[in-house]
């Protein structure tokens, strides 16, 4: 029984003496106790320029891009480029069979030098009838008709000369060519199809700039200004380019609602393509405001909090704030209360931390 209660006693002052000895070392290296700090990546607030904007769908066109549709109807036999091929003023695009023309404007040719030997026949007749007339041997009347006759004759080949240069022309059109140098467009037309002059065979894009057409409701007339600026952006809403409202339609679209603005688009570079559809960002005003990444906010109970590293260097806190947001611009929301410019916003791991968590803030 002494022996038990003896080991009792000398393990009890074993845990007391290591107890102290623990209290000891942590005194002399210093170490704060409580929970250890967590690393997080932090920046620092900035008051930018932000936009009060709307979003709608454009579409770009050229006001440089030629629509071609035949002048004269037929079947087509041939097609002389591909879409993408960039062509000289005046090279050949397409033929429409030709052949029936060819064949009018040959039997019209060929009717031609019947009338012009008619023609010459009723002159030989006339110069006689002149030298009998002078002669005192033929009646006025006779020469009179002889006259007449030739001038008839002459009149009609005239007419018919005239109907077969108006032929020629038209054969021409049967050759579709560029009507300036460019790009040439989709090509919807095929080899053996019949086309019209309503028929849209290609089109020839000249380059340089573009137009943006885009629609906006009727109720945001009042506030549409020319001049206005319209940024063009990508689908994750980065900026491309800025451009300008320059047209402003008088009338609103009865079945849409909707009115029509355009916009000049710089393309000097060609990053732009005709018919193409882009995001542009109507920018009503701007005005200076505080944004924070997505990354940084978090939800909880319909409302958005942000946590801020109050301290310096490794003796830094968590401090978590209720924050208002308005617009979100990119990746960045615009924060229009509980942050200010200068803040130390931390951006990873916020759904881990908690209010007054020790944190090692790095940049």
């Known amino acids: ?24 070392s942590g005194a002399k290296a210093g170490t704060p106790s409580g929970p250890q700090a967590f690393p997080v990546k932090t920046m620092t607030a900035q008051a930018e320029t932000v936009p009060i904007s709307t979003d709608y769908l454009a579409t770009l066109r050229s006001r440089n891009a030629s629509t071609l549709q035949p002048l004269v109807e037929g079947d ?16 050949p695009i397409l033929e429409i069979d030709p052949r029936k023309q060819q064949a009018t404007v040959n039997n019209q040719e060929a ?17 006689r009838k002149k030298k ?22 002459k009149a009609d080949a005239e007419a018919l000369s005239a109907g077969i ?9 049967y050759t579709v060519r560029a009507p300036a140098a460019g790009v040439i467009g989709d090509i919807p037309v095929h080899v053996g199809d019949h086309v019209t002059n309503q028929t849209m065979l290609t089109t020839v894009d000249k380059g340089g700039a573009l137009e943006a057409y885009l629609n906006v409701p009727a ?16 689908d994750q809403g980065k900026p491309l380019t800025r451009t300008k409202i320059t047209f402003i339609s008088p009338h609103v679209d009865t079945d849409s609602q909707t009115l029509l603005v355009k916009t000049q688009v710089p393309n ?44 310096n260097g490794q003796q830094a806190v968590a401090r978590q704030r209720v924050i208002q947001v308005g617009d979100l611009v990119g990746n960045d929301y ?30």
């Open 1 to 24: 029984m002494m022996t038990k209660k003896l080991t009792i006693q000398t393990t009890a002052l074993l845990a007391l003496a290591l107890l102290v000895a623990g209290c000891g």
């Open 76 to 91: 087509i036999t041939k097609i002389f480029v591909n879409s993408g091929d960039r062509v000289a003023a005046g090279a």
């Open 111 to 127: 009717g031609l030098k019947s009338k012009q030997a008619v023609m010459q026949q009723a002159a030989i007749d006339l110069d």
């Open 132 to 153: 009998l007339y002078a002669a005192g041997v033929l009646a006025k009347a006779d020469l009179d008709a002889a006259q007449n006759t030739y001038d008839a004759a």
């Open 165 to 173: 240069r108006e032929q020629q022309v038209q054969l021409h059109y």
């Open 219 to 234: 109720e945001k007339s009042a506030a549409l200004k020319m001049g206005m600026p319209v940024d063009l952006v990508d």
């Open 268 to 311: 000097a570079d060609m990053k732009f393509r005709n018919a193409q559809q882009v995001h542009a960002r109507v920018v009503w005003s701007e005005r200076k405001a505080t944004v924070i990444p997505i990354t940084a906010v978090t939800r909880l109970s319909g409302k958005l909090f942000a946590f801020v590293a109050e301290g």
């Open 334 to 363: 615009v924060v229009l209360d509980g942050i200010n410019a200068g803040d130390k916003i931390i951006i990873t791991s916020v759904q881990m931390l908690a209010d007054g968590m020790p944190v090692v803030p790095q940049s």
